[in-house]
């Protein structure tokens, strides 16, 4: 081979090493778009739904229209009817509008307006008799519109909004009589078909339910479970069948654990359907070799010096495992744990078969009340056709996203702060 | 030793790992077709020395080189220099044994098809012949060619390393311990494979064995914490050390 | 009921330990008698001898109350031959929805006696619930009582309980996988009887759909003909492929990359920043590709004259790719990281660049490792649900075209069995048969992959 030759091939296995840094690289770049055009999807679609819109009108309190008196009790007054009182406010918007267009102007607002005009009167009585103006939630169409989500100049019979509906709007929107402000009926509203008021509070009650069964019983099963394991098990065919479970378990899809609920809670069991007590259950069981495992690594990376030292005192093995071992593996227990809860917030499927799925539309106030959780209501708003729903799916998942990031970074946090480095 | 050709020049080569200086102003000139072997206590920065040679210790992040190296008079501690190509001159064999998990012949034939030096499979069997006879192995495993590089004891792997090193037709091999994983009978087959090398190329090898050093080398050089603290032949420096510490070393008060 | 009872359990124990602990100190200061343990421990003992054998009296008789009184309930009903067991079980979950107010529309007037019967029944149970765990506490207190007094070793005891303890959490992995396949296994047989096995797994018409039938009274012929599940073995089989064919070269390139080119800072911050992809829920994915990917896969389609249907293979397949990407570069980092560091000095040192050391010495030296990742991969992308359910559509198509919706053993199941679905029908009993099969075979590729890896990392340590 002379020089020349020599030099082409060189070339070539350079230009091979190019080659294949370049993939390397553009794999990365691929990977990491895919996760920024994820999250960018989602938040653009998603942000909008943290606020709400709504328009100011000027209601006439009148006593005889509403059928109440200074002297009505609360009672009275949550009973009495708000709608025409509404309607009037509505039509006087566009006086003139003939009759057919009146049912146009009452779609405007939300049906849950009357509600909000109640809860304002019971809050300011001294409106009575008098105009005030108070904001009331618009509905999901001409939120939209406002938020720009809804291309406004397709033609009308394309959109679920008249042409008239759209002009007052205009209109109001010109005399600044439309606001947007902060959508705290989405945080703690439950579900409803209508997507204006239809909120997550049931599901992040579910949530928060399910979890918490599911941390109360994984992770001291799990610790459990994992310092028998690392630490007293004998070498034998039981442990090894154990070890081998526990591996086998962390890897089964979830659905598998759904079956299981159903086919074992629910219909051996009788435990009550859709609630988050059974979802917590499944979700424990689901979790718990992931967090043995991890509660397994963090105790093995415990030196043996420490367990000698404690031994040769003349500590049992029980008061060494538990006094001196066990406190050390703490932080990789702990953030083990709560990635482990983790993936069970973000779990869908096997709460799909136990029933959690149902309509939810109050918010569940103990762990035995039918329920939803987050990730289902992202399933089951996805499946509806509204655009406002869309808007709401995408925020949902922004907080579950949040919570999710939270609960890893505070896990990273604890092993990064105080797990000991063993040289 | 002065008509001698030179084949290797550090001049004032300083080492860092991280803050860390493992290696202060080393200047040393090795000799074309000589054995030099480099004693001194652990961690006294021989093997840094030679990893420098051949330029292994740009595989360690932290690790900087500053200073002159010269192979022939060339500069190769310079950005533009093709590690590659210095390899193929300067071949390694490691402390411990670390043949490719392939069959012996893949493990020779390695080389030689990442340089394209065979045109054909002719060829390579005959690089792989000879090298593996050039390390004295041959006869031991010319049989079993297709079987596993590891399946071979400690000494035949590090013979099998060596000729693995030799089969790109190097001009210098650096040995870092090549013999401290090997019992003594393997031992003496290295050295003695390591006398006949030293014909056709510049060995430098780091040894902590004293009479291992006396046996194989011509020039000795001894190491302390990163400093070359004497350089000279090596009946000289086992004989009649002119530092003190060399002396002590040699003669087992320390290290 | 059970919670007070449990709360009782607990408040007693409480005292219990502490009674058992101050008893030994004021012994020791009194009398100078030397206890074998510390005060805590014999405080622990009484505590765990009041409190253990309630919990596990209340564990069991909790769960054969309900079965006590069916089974008195329904003697009556059970002379007629008439009802069967479905039948049975329909009337019991009446009479017991009447008896606790969660029955909707007319009460049927003939089950009224057995409501009161129930409700009467259930009464006496409590009771007697309740005096049995009491008495066993009072009877197990008195001789743990009399044992402490004896200055027996109780620290040894408490371990001895500590240790059973911790092997029963450790069992419940065992006894999950036991409920895991009997649960499958039991519905699994009600179906195989129905429909045959051989029917099942080699038919290609699946239309679970039209064997919907009220009573089991099921035509055979049309039960055989609907449950044929090769398409929906297809469907899985397809989608796992098309998101392995985006996992395999992204995540291996990826892995490849940062065990060996990618600087120390680089690592730090690309590695977890990929494995935020595992992270996010499927449920998320699943909306992505639903809404967006399979629209935008149409969009491409009709430009260019294809036909793309928006719930196709192709985009649950490639967001489940996506998602797998971690699980495939992460293991490819640690399996790579586990070769040893010689083997890469011994081909550097030989002139070899980066790509070829990596080609021909890491990659053949980390293969079974990688096999394994993948195999677990594999897996992974069989077992996944919520993406597949949400964009891969509900057709069962046995098709090869990648644009066309697909369905998988994952979807099936849900779709029969999400909202309300009556048990003992075959449609039921066939989500819980493709739950057996999608369970031994994620099982079967579980225990492979494994053993590899460990084989693998064995080798090397």
Redesign the interface.
């Known amino acids: 081979m002379n020089n020349k030759e020599k030099e082409i091939f060189l070339r070539k296995?350079?230009s091979?090493?190019k080659?294949?840094?370049f993939?390397?690289?553009?794999?990365?770049i691929?990977?990491?778009s895919?996760?920024c055009i994820?999250l960018i999807?989602?938040f653009t679609n998603g942000l909008s739904a943290f606020s709400r819109t709504e328009i100011l009108l000027k209601i006439n309190f009148n006593e005889k229209k509403l059928g109440i008196n200074s002297s009505s009790t609360d009672k009275e007054i949550k009973q009495a009817n708000f709608d025409e009182v509404l309607q009037d406010a509505l039509l006087s918007l566009a006086p003139n509008a003939p009759e057919l267009k009146q049912a146009e102007l009452m779609d405007l607002v939300s049906i849950d307006a009357t509600t909000e005009l109640k809860k304002f009167y019971l809050k300011n009585k001294d409106v009575l008799n008098k105009t005030a103006e108070v904001a009331v939630t618009l509905s999901d169409d001409i939120d939209q519109v406002h938020k720009g989500n809804f291309p406004r100049d397709i033609p009308e019979d394309r959109r679920r909004f008249s042409d008239f509906q759209l002009k007052i709007y205009d209109e109001q929107s010109s005399k600044n009589k439309i606001i947007s402000e902060f959508n705290w009926p989405f945080i703690f509203n439950a579900d409803s078909r209508e997507p204006e008021i239809a909120g997550v509070g049931a599901s992040l009650m579910g949530s928060f339910f399910t979890l918490i069964v599911c941390l109360l019983l994984s992770f001291?099963?799990?610790i459990?479970?994992a310092?028998?394991?690392e630490e007293?098990?004998p070498k034998n065919k039981i442990t090894e069948?154990?070890e081998?479970?526990?591996?086998?378990?962390a890897?089964?899809?979830?659905?598998?654990?759904?079956?299981?609920g159903?086919?074992?809670f629910l219909?051996?069991?009788?435990l009550p359907r859709s609630t988050p007590l059974v979802g917590g259950l499944v979700l424990a069981?689901m979790t718990?070799?992931r967090i043995?495992i991890p509660c397994r690594a963090a105790l093995k990376a415990v030196p043996p010096s420490i367990r000698e030292g404690a031994l040769a005192l003349g500590a049992?093995?029980?008061q060494t495992v538990m006094h001196n071992v066990v406190p050390l593996a703490m932080p990789g227990t702990l953030s083990g744990t709560i990635i482990g809860l983790?993936?069970a917030?973000?779990?869908?499927?096997p709460l799909?078969?136990i029933?959690m799925?149902a309509f939810i539309n109050v918010v569940p106030s103990t762990p035995l009340d039918p329920s939803s959780v987050l990730?289902?209501q992202?399933?089951l708003w996805?499946e509806s056709a509204e655009r406002g729903f869309?808007e709401k799916?995408?925020a949902t998942?922004i907080i579950?996203?949040f919570f999710?990031a939270f609960m890893?970074s505070f896990a990273?946090y604890l092993r990064n702060k105080f797990e000991k480095k063993w040289s | 030793m002065k008509n001698q050709k030179i084949k290797i020049s550090t001049k004032n080569l300083n080492v860092f790992y991280g803050a860390k200086q493992a290696l202060f102003d080393v200047n040393l000139e090795l000799e074309e077709k000589k054995v030099t072997a480099l004693i001194g206590p652990s961690g006294c920065g021989k093997s840094t020395y030679i990893r420098c040679l051949?330029r292994?210790n740009d595989?360690i992040?932290i690790c900087k080189v500053e200073g002159s190296i010269k192979i022939d008079g060339q500069e190769i501690n310079k950005k533009d220099v093709d590690?590659?190509?210095?390899?193929?001159k300067v071949?390694?064999v490691?402390q411990?044994p670390?043949?490719?998990?392939?069959s012996i012949y893949d493990n020779i034939a390695?080389?030689p098809r990442?340089?394209g030096l065979a045109d054909n499979k002719n060829d390579l069997d005959q690089i792989v012949e000879s090298s593996l006879k050039k390390a004295a192995l041959w006869d031991e495993v010319k049989d079993r060619l297709n079987q596993p590089g590891t399946g071979l004891s400690g000494g035949q792997q590090q013979r099998l390393?060596i000729a693995?090193?030799i089969s790109?037709n190097p001009e210098v091999i650096l040995m870092d311990e090549p013999c401290s994983a090997l019992d003594p009978i393997a031992t003496a087959k290295i050295e003695e494979l390591i006398d006949d090398l030293k014909k056709t190329y510049t060995i430098v090898i780091v040894t902590h064995s004293m009479s291992q050093a006396a046996r194989v080398s011509q020039n000795t050089g001894f190491f302390h914490l990163g400093k070359i603290l004497e350089f000279n032949l090596t009946e000289k420096i086992f004989k009649n050390p002119d530092n003190k510490l060399t002396q002590d070393y040699i003669t087992g008060r320390f290290g | 009921m059970n919670l007070t009872i449990l709360s009782l359990i607990a408040v007693f124990s409480l005292s219990c330990y502490f009674f058992g602990k101050s008893k030994v100190l004021k012994q020791t200061k009194i009398s100078g008698k030397k206890f074998h343990s510390l005060p805590e421990y014999y405080g622990y003992y009484l505590a765990a001898w009041c409190g253990l054998p309630a919990l596990i009296i209340l564990f069991f008789w909790s769960?054969s109350e309900?079965y006590i009184v069916k089974l008195f309930i329904l003697s009556d009903f059970r002379a007629d031959p008439s009802i069967d067991e479905n039948k049975l079980n329909l009337i019991f979950s009446e009479i017991?929805s009447i008896a606790e107010k969660n029955f909707s529309g007319t009460i049927p007037q003939n089950l009224v006696p057995y409501v009161e019967k129930f409700l009467s029944l259930n009464k006496i149970l409590e009771l007697s619930k309740f005096a049995v765990i009491f008495s066993a506490i009072i009877f197990s207190l008195s001789f743990a009582y009399s044992q402490i007094l004896k200055n027996i070793r109780a620290?040894e005891s408490v371990?001895k309980v500590?240790?059973v303890?911790?092997?029963l959490?450790?069992?419940?992995?065992?006894f999950?996988?036991f409920?895991?396949v009997l649960?499958?296994l039991?519905?699994s047989i009600k179906f195989f009887t129905a429909v045959s096995i051989f029917d099942f797994i080699t038919g290609t018409n699946w239309a679970p759909g039209r064997a919907f039938v009220r009573d089991a009274s099921v035509q055979t012929a049309d039960v055989e003909n609907v449950f044929g599940a090769v398409p929906l073995f297809w469907g899985t089989f397809f989608i796992a492929m098309i998101a392995m064919c985006v996992a395999v070269?992204?995540?291996?390139?990826?892995g490849?990359?940062?065990a060996e080119?990618a600087?120390?800072k680089i690592r730090r911050i690309?590695k977890?920043?990929?494995e935020?992809?595992a992270?996010?829920?499927?449920?998320?994915?699943?909306?992505?590709a639903?809404?967006?990917v399979g629209p935008f896969f149409r969009t491409i389609g009709e430009a260019v004259g294809l036909n793309v249907s928006s719930e196709s293979a192709l985009a649950a397949g490639m967001i489940m790719g996506?998602m797998i990407?971690?699980y495939v570069?992460s293991l490819t980092d640690d399996v790579i990281n586990a070769v040893?560091v010689?083997?890469?000095?011994?081909?550097?040192?030989?002139?070899?660049?980066?790509?070829?050391t990596?080609?021909?010495?890491i990659l053949?030296?980390a293969l079974p490792g990688i096999v394994g990742s993948i195999l677990?991969a594999i897996?992974?992308a069989?077992?996944?649900?919520?993406i597949v359910?949400?964009a891969a559509g509900l057709g069962a198509n046995l098709t090869i075209n990648p644009l066309e919706a697909s369905t998988t053993i994952?979807t099936q199941?849900?779709t029969i069995?999400?909202?309300?679905q009556s048990?003992n029908n075959p449609k039921t009993q066939a989500?819980?048969a493709l739950?057996l099969t999608?369970?031994f075979f994620?099982?079967v590729i579980?225990?492979i992959a494994?053993n590899i890896v460990k084989k693998f990392r064995e080798k090397y340590e």
């Open positions: 296995r350079y091979a090493e080659r294949f840094r993939f390397g690289i553009s794999s990365i691929i990977a990491l895919f996760l994820l999807n989602i001291p099963l799990g459990l479970a310092i028998y394991l007293f098990a069948i154990i081998v479970n526990v591996n086998n378990l890897a089964v899809p979830s659905i598998v654990f759904g079956l299981l159903l086919g074992v219909n051996y069991f009788y069981l718990l070799p043995i049992s093995k029980v983790s993936q917030l973000g779990e869908t499927a799909l078969l029933g799925v990730p289902v992202v399933y996805s869309v799916t995408s998942i579950l996203i999710l890893n990273i | 051949n292994m595989v992040d590690v590659n190509l210095l390899r193929e071949g390694m490691f411990k670390n043949p490719f998990p392939k390695y080389g990442i340089h390393c693995r090193t790109i | 769960f309900l017991k620290r371990e500590i240790r303890v911790m092997f959490c450790a069992a419940i992995a065992v999950t996988t409920g895991i649960s499958l039991f519905e070269p992204i995540g291996l390139f990826s490849i990359f940062m080119y600087s120390r690309v977890p920043l990929i935020v992809l992270g996010i829920p499927t449920v998320v994915y699943g909306f992505f639903a809404l967006t996506v990407i971690p570069s040893p010689s083997l890469r000095e011994g081909s550097y040192a030989m002139g070899a660049t980066k790509s070829e990596i080609k021909k010495v053949p030296a677990l897996s992974r069989v077992g996944e649900t919520m359910v949400m994952t199941i849900v069995l999400i909202g309300d048990f989500a819980f739950g999608l369970f994620t099982l579980n225990i494994l």
